[in-house]
């Protein structure tokens, strides 16, 4: 795994075996928040972002905050 800076982007380079362990740790903490926690739609939406581009992932849908 490794942490660098590139045109104040930060890359993250990570296993597979990585990857699917921070994609259930998300879902844990959105899970835990239910529904109706303010955060629970902000790691959906993080969820979606890192996962742009990769052709295996179905994002989730994340409804616009009233």
Request: charged share 25%; net charge negative; glycine share 8%.
């Amino acid at each position: 795994m490794s942490y660098s800076e590139e045109n104040d982007q930060v890359v993250l380079r990570l296993s597979r075996d990585d990857y699917q362990k921070l994609m259930i740790t998300l879902g844990i903490a959105a899970g835990s928040l239910g529904p109706q926690a303010s955060v629970f739609l902000e790691i959906f939406g993080l969820t979606n972002r890192l996962n742009e581009g990769n052709p295996d992932y179905r994002p989730y849908r994340v409804e616009e905050k009233l």
